[in-house]
Each structure stands twice: as structure tokens, then as C-alpha cells.
């Protein structure tokens, strides 16, 4: 490597520090801002305007804590899982493009690098559990681990059937092929697998059994305060910009779809804008639905991920297979995609237990229970 | 009961013992579960109470008897009137007091209020349970709204001190039947709302649905009342089967589940909130002018005697057991508290349930830890 490619990637390393940085701080501002506006609340309205300094305060506050290291943690475990779950956070954004030109390395295979490299976080998931000594912790490190593991394979069969669409594993090349339509209207399927599988890979509502507040107390990170829990939360914070950007990516056409105009400079900076704006817009659904839904319980959990996901991601691969092996044309796609989708979702609506018993509390009138009360000696037990 | 007697062994030593409280966030207060798990599943629970014992019936036979209004306050800190009402119902039992109309009727009126205020809690706490965020906002606006006017009649927002034996403290603000017009117009509105927010959610339906299951002939033998028991298709409600104060007056209804399910004990008292608002606004008809106290003396000496009495609070049989000596003080005060005993239900309803079924069926029996330790 010559001094100026090494200058290139030590700043393009600060660069991508820096601006992913300014990302989590932007999403933590606006995830409380969005909740707030589901939940009647007003968000954090003190620090700066509309509170917008809030994150830095809490930045401030969170470096500023004491790093807590429990007695019986096994240290060295420990203080590395959140370097394990943070580096590869990190690592994929090398390749990832925010605008044609806009990437710090483009890769032929830049999808099979991002899905390779986002599979490592599960490490320091489980390691921040096993180290931290504490039973919450090691049974969230094991749900993240049972999750995030099962979960990966439709998540990498959806971004497949994309790859299998554009021909090809670049990321920029896959953007460039959705330059007329976005691939989200020819697999519709696609998008709901890739979009809802990513949501369990980041761990977010309502897959965000591993760290259940309500359950296991935060999971694997129960013990961590400080600095290494904000690793943790950035690297958390991290992955879900960039699910965000891979669904944009992958399925809104990127900086793509329609065209932004102009050319050379503006173009770019247009075009990373018009990226941004579809980026946030896929983060404001993963605000919305972390605003409105329970959590699944694990056996449904994954359930849901084997039953139904892994099968409908294989439906898809063999789908895309079969209208592009004969030539089809894409509409064709489009709809068995969207029938498959819609099947699926009425053979789990009519299982059994579901549907018809869903009513189960019925009023009676206090005036027939007194009459009855009044006829026979006893109190109201015997009316069961 | 089988399950209660095993023996320590049954738990694997493989088994992983975790302790959920007292610490624990979703234990509602100070309550401590200890679990035996095999991986996800609970192999054996054991419930530790005693946390917040604060000697509140002992404490009772210290005090006068319009002083123990304010230690029942503090036994369901969640719904203050209902226990008021319990304890002043029992002396004037004893006392063989007549109360005046009026004050019957706004003792109703606070009282199912406060149902709909104790139960819009349970309603956030349980989809915080269940791993929703949202509707605890929601159901404390709602609880919210309804302490505001507790504020405005009583001076407090919990802890009122305002049933008192022979009637209440004082009349109502002269703005009150305007007030509470707006405020039952709102609740309806706003229960509606946290019903459709949360009931219909698919997530959340297959989360409570079929978990924590109770039959009802079983209920009853382990003492459950309440909405837990009416979940389990029991039309067990005091206020209809040994109807006090005046509530053989009114027409409204039961909900009467059929699962004995976490989703029947959730939608009980949903419906429950329903049917309270219909039994405010009787009430407020019947309501006439008129004293609002009867002519006690400033310090009640009920006679020689026993009395009990139960009365429905939003968490069931609330039974208040009473001795007098004559004097200005209780010889023994003894409660009957329905958490505690729906609490007992706790272990057979976690058999076989998962980690996080535990935390739902903990919060859909709805324990207030202040009326458990008492």
C-alpha cells in the first residue's frame, strides 16, 4: 500500500467514524422525537432547540460515568464484546455507497462483504453475556444468539433474490439496476422479508427479546455502564442505519429512482440528499412500529422466523429463479410475489386458535346475576 | 397445591435459577419471583412477598378509628377510595349507622372512578409487560385525568382521607357534575382508544391468548376473585352477590371471561372500565341535595363487637374483618386482601410457562404489593 492510499483510508476511517457518529446522534434525537410524537409526549425540549443538544448531553453524561466492572466478570471477555459488536458495525460501511461516487471502496461483492461482516456482531453479543457473570445477561447473549443466527438465513435469501435481480453483488450495480423501477415493486415479497429480518437482526421491536427490558432487564448489557455501554448503543444505533440504508439500497433504488438532476457536484450532493431522505424514511417505520407493538415471546419468535420467513425467502429465490430462467416479464413477479405474500399472511389467519375465539370476554347484566344470586342459597360461585 | 409442596430436588441442579425482583422491573413494586429455568422454560417458581410488610393491621389497633382511614389508604395505593370505603363500611356495620343517600352516592362515584383509574394503570403496566411502550402513556393520561378530579373533590391526588365513617369528609365542589360530564365524556373516548390500540394487535393477542390459563372451579379453589376469577368464566362480583352500599340500585353488567387466559383477565377489566362509567353516571342521576355525613361523634366508639364485610375493589374481594371492645380504637383489624390471594394462584399459573409468559401472567393478575404485605 503507497502513503497516499494509506493517508486515503485513515481518513476515509476518521471520515466514516465521524459521519456515523452524526447519524446516531441524529437517530437518537429523532427516535425519542418520533416516540414522543406517537406516545402524546413533547421529547426532549430542554437542551438546545426542540432539544436537539440532547444527544450530546447524554454523549457527555455517558463518557463521563463510571465503567463498572463486576466482581466476578471475566475481565478480559468483557471489556471486547463491545469492541466485537462495535467493529463490525463499522467495518460494513466500507463498502457501502451513499452516492455512486460517495463510498470509501467498492467492492464486486460488496452485498456478500455487508452480510458477512454484519453476521460477526453476534460475537460480542454473546460475549458481553458470558462475561458479564450475570444470569440475565447470559440468557439474553443466548436468545441474541438463537435469534440473530436463525434469522440471517432469510435475511441473506432475500438480499440473494435482489442480487439474482440486478446480476450482480455490487451495490452500486444493484442501485444502477433499479435505475426505471425499484426492485421494492418487483418482489414486494423480497421487501418484507429483507425489511423484517433485518428488524430481528438489529434486535428491535418486536424482535428485541434479547434485551426485554421487561424480562431479562437489557440482557447483555445488564452490567455495562459508561463509556462501553455507549459503544454498545452506537453500535446498536449503527446497524440500524444501515439496515435503513441496505432496504433503500437494495429495494428503493438507492440515490437512484427517480433520477436526482443536475450534474457533477450538485448531482452528488443531491443525490446523497435524496439517499438520506429515503434512509430516514425507512428508520421512521422502524421508529413506528418500535411505537406500537409488543414483543414476541422466543419460541414464537422463532416460529415466526422458521415457519414462515425461511420458507417464503426460499418461495422467493425460486420465483425470481423461474420469471427471469423463461424471460418474463417483471410484472409477473410483482404479482406472484405480492399472492405469495398475501397467502401466506391468510394461512395465518385462519390457524387454529386464532381467528373465531378471538372475543372471549362477554358482559353480563347485573340485574340477572342478583335475581339468580337472590333464587338459590349460596353466593354467586355456583353460577359457573 | 401439589405443585407448592415439591421438594426442593425437583429443580434440576442443571436448572438455572433466577431471582426476578425484588429489583426486577416488571414486578410491580417490591416482589421477589424466584424461577427454576430449563432454558426458556420455568421448570418451578417461588414467590418471596414480605418487602413491603409495613404492620399496617397491627398498626390499626394503635390508632382511633377515623385515623385508620388513612393507614387503608396506603394498603391498595392504587385505588385509596376503594379500601376507604371498605373500612368505613365495616364500622358503620358495626355501628349500625344509616348513611345519608347523598353521600352513598358520591362515595360510589369516587369509588368506580377510582376502578377506572386502578385499572387504566393496569393497562399500561401490562403492555409494558407484554413489551409495548405506548400504552402506559396512554393509560396514565386517562388515570391522569381522573386524579385531577379526585384533586379537585378531595385535596389529594392519591391517599384522600375522604370517606369517612358516617358519610364523607365534605360536599362536592359546585362544579363537580360539569367536570365530570367532561371527564367521563373523555374516558370513554379514551378507553376506546387503549382498547384499539392494544387489543386488536396481533403480537399482542398471541402474546396473552392461552397463557396463564385457569379453569374456573379451579380459580375458586385457590381463591382467586375478581377479574381473574370472572376471567375464568366465574359471574363472581361482590358488589352483586352480597351487594353493599348502594350498589343493589344500579343496571349494569358483568364481563365474564371464558379462558381464565392473560387476554381474559386484560379484557375483563377493559369492559369492567365500561361498565363503571354506567354505574358513575346512575349514580350522579340519584344524587339529590342533602347531608353528606351522618350525625356521628367526632370519635367513633362502635360497640362490643365483630363485623365483616366484603366489598369489590378493582382487584377483587376486599374483605375488611373488625373486633371492637368498646373503645375509640379497634381491638383487632384483619384484611382480607384480594392480591394476595389471586397471588397464590401465581405458581400454578407459571408451570410450564416461559420467562417472558412470566412476566405477562405476573402482570395480568394485577398484585399491588401494598395491599399483599400489607
Known amino acids: 500500500m503507497s502513503p497516499v492510499e494509506a493517508l486515503y483510508y485513515g481518513l476515509a476511517a476518521l471520515g466514516l467514524m465521524a459521519f456515523l457518529s452524526v447519524m446516531v446522534l441524529a437517530l437518537t434525537w429523532g427516535e425519542r422525537k418520533a416516540l414522543a410524537r406517537i406516545q402524546m409526549r413533547m421529547g426532549p425540549m430542554r437542551v438546545g432547540l426542540h432539544g436537539t443538544l440532547q444527544p450530546v448531553a447524554d454523549v457527555m453524561k455517558l463518557v463521563l460515568k463510571e465503567d463498572i466492572l463486576p466482581s466476578w466478570a471475566d475481565r478480559r471477555i468483557y471489556w471486547a464484546a463491545p469492541l466485537a459488536v462495535f467493529v463490525p458495525a463499522f467495518l460494513v460501511w466500507v463498502t457501502i455507497p451513499v452516492s455512486r461516487d460517495v463510498v470509501i471502496r467498492n467492492m464486486d461483492v460488496g452485498l456478500f462483504y455487508v452480510v458477512a461482516i454484519t453476521a460477526l456482531s453476534v460475537l460480542g453479543l454473546v460475549m458481553a453475556g458470558w462475561g458479564s457473570a450475570n444470569k ?64 430481528a437482526e438489529l434486535g428491535r421491536t418486536p424482535f428485541d427479546i434479547h434485551h426485554a427490558e421487561s424480562e431479562v432487564v437489557g440482557g447483555p448489557f445488564v452490567e455495562y455502564s459508561g463509556a462501553h455501554w455507549a459503544v454498545f448503543f452506537l453500535a446498536e444505533y449503527v446497524n440500524t442505519f444501515t439496515i435503513a440504508a441496505l432496504t433503500v439500497l437494495l429495494f428503493f433504488g438507492g440515490w437512484r429512482w427517480p433520477d436526482v438532476p443536475f450534474d457533477g457536484g450538485v448531482h452528488t450532493a443531491l443525490s446523497v440528499l435524496w439517499f438520506m431522505v429515503k434512509t430516514y424514511a425507512v428508520i421512521l417505520v422502524i421508529f413506528w412500529v418500535r411505537g406500537t407493538y409488543p414483543r414476541l415471546r422466543i419460541d414464537q419468535l422463532m416460529a415466526f422466523g422458521w415457519k414462515l420467513l425461511v420458507p417464503l425467502s426460499f418461495a422467493n429465490i425460486v420465483l425470481t429463479g423461474v420469471v427471469l430462467f423463461y424471460g418474463w416479464p417483471l410484472w409477473t413477479l410483482t404479482v406472484l410475489s405480492l399472492g405469495l405474500l398475501g397467502g401466506a399472511f391468510y394461512l395465518i389467519s385462519i390457524l387454529p386458535g386464532r381467528g373465531p375465539s378471538r372475543m372471549t370476554v362477554a358482559v353480563r347484566p347485573a340485574r340477572d346475576l342478583r335475581t339468580r344470586a337472590a333464587g338459590s342459597s349460596a353466593s354467586g360461585v355456583d353460577s359457573r | 397445591m401439589q405443585f407448592q409442596q415439591q421438594p426442593a430436588q425437583q429443580a434440576d441442579s442443571l436448572d438455572l435459577m433466577v431471582n426476578m425482583g425484588p429489583q426486577h422491573p416488571s414486578t410491580h413494586g417490591v416482589f421477589r419471583l424466584v424461577i427454576w429455568i430449563d432454558g426458556e422454560r420455568i421448570v418451578r417458581a417461588e414467590p418471596h412477598i414480605g418487602y413491603l410488610h409495613r404492620g399496617s393491621e397491627k398498626l390499626c389497633e394503635g390508632e382511633q378509628y377515623g385515623q385508620i382511614i388513612t393507614l387503608f389508604d396506603r394498603l391498595d395505593y392504587v385505588s385509596n377510595l376503594n379500601c376507604e370505603l371498605a373500612f368505613c363500611l365495616t364500622v358503620e356495620k358495626l355501628m349500625g349507622l344509616e348513611v345519608p343517600d347523598r353521600a352513598s352516592c358520591i362515595r360510589v362515584v369516587l369509588c368506580e372512578l377510582n376502578r377506572i383509574a386502578s385499572h387504566m394503570l393496569f393497562y399500561g403496566v401490562f403492555g409494558l409487560d407484554a413489551g409495548a411502550m405506548t400504552p402506559i402513556l396512554y393509560g396514565f393520561r386517562e388515570r391522569e385525568r381522573v386524579q385531577s378530579l379526585f384533586e379537585r373533590v378531595t385535596g389529594a391526588r392519591m391517599m384522600h382521607n375522604y370517606i369517612r365513617v358516617g358519610g364523607v369528609k365534605e360536599d362536592l ?167 394476595f390471594a389471586n397471588l397464590q394462584a401465581l405458581q400454578r399459573l407459571l408451570r410450564g410457562a416461559y420467562v417472558a409468559d412470566a412476566v405477562v401472567i405476573l402482570g395480568s393478575i394485577d398484585i399491588v404489593l401494598g395491599e399483599v404485605d400489607r
Open chain 1, 136 to 199: 440475565y445477561a447470559i440468557l439474553g447473549g443466548l436468545r441474541a444468539a438463537g435469534q440473530l443466527i436463525s434469522y440471517e438465513v432469510p435475511f441473506i435469501m432475500a438480499a440473494l433474490a435482489v442480487a439474482m435481480l440486478s446480476q450482480s453483488l455490487d451495490l452500486t450495480e444493484i442501485v444502477d439496476g433499479q435505475a426505471v423501477f425499484a426492485n421494492a415493486l418487483v418482489q414486494p415479497l423480497g421487501l418484507f422479508l429483507f425489511f423484517t429480518a433485518g428488524l
Open chain 2, 173 to 339: 365542589p359546585s362544579d363537580f357534575a360539569e367536570r365530570l360530564g367532561e371527564l367521563t365524556a373523555l374516558l370513554r373516548a379514551g378507553i376506546d382508544e387503549c382498547d384499539e390500540l392494544l387489543t386488536n394487535n396481533e403480537l399482542f393477542l398471541s402474546r396473552t391468548k392461552g397463557v396463564g390459563a385457569i379453569g374456573g372451579s379451579e380459580g375458586v379453589d385457590y381463591g382467586l376473585s375478581g377479574p381473574s376469577l370472572r376471567a375464568a368464566g366465574v359471574a363472581e362480583d361482590v358488589r352483586v352477590s352480597e351487594p353493599y352500599s348502594i350498589y343493589d340500585r344500579f343496571d349494569y353488567g358483568i364481563p365474564v371471561g371464558t379462558y381464565g387466559d392473560c387476554f381474559d383477565r386484560y379484557y375483563v377489566r377493559m369492559e369492567e372500565m365500561r361498565q363503571s362509567l354506567r354505574i358513575v353516571d346512575q349514580a350522579m342521576e340519584q344524587m339529590e341535595p342533602g347531608p353528606v355525613s351522618a350525625k356521628v361523634r367526632r370519635i367513633a366508639r362502635p360497640p362490643k363487637g365483630e363485623a365483616y364485610l366484603r366489598t369489590e375493589s378493582p382487584r377483587g374481594d376486599f374483605g375488611v374483618y373488625l373486633v371492637s371492645d368498646g373503645s375509640d380504637k379497634p381491638y383487632r383489624v384483619k384484611v382480607r386482601a384480594p392480591s
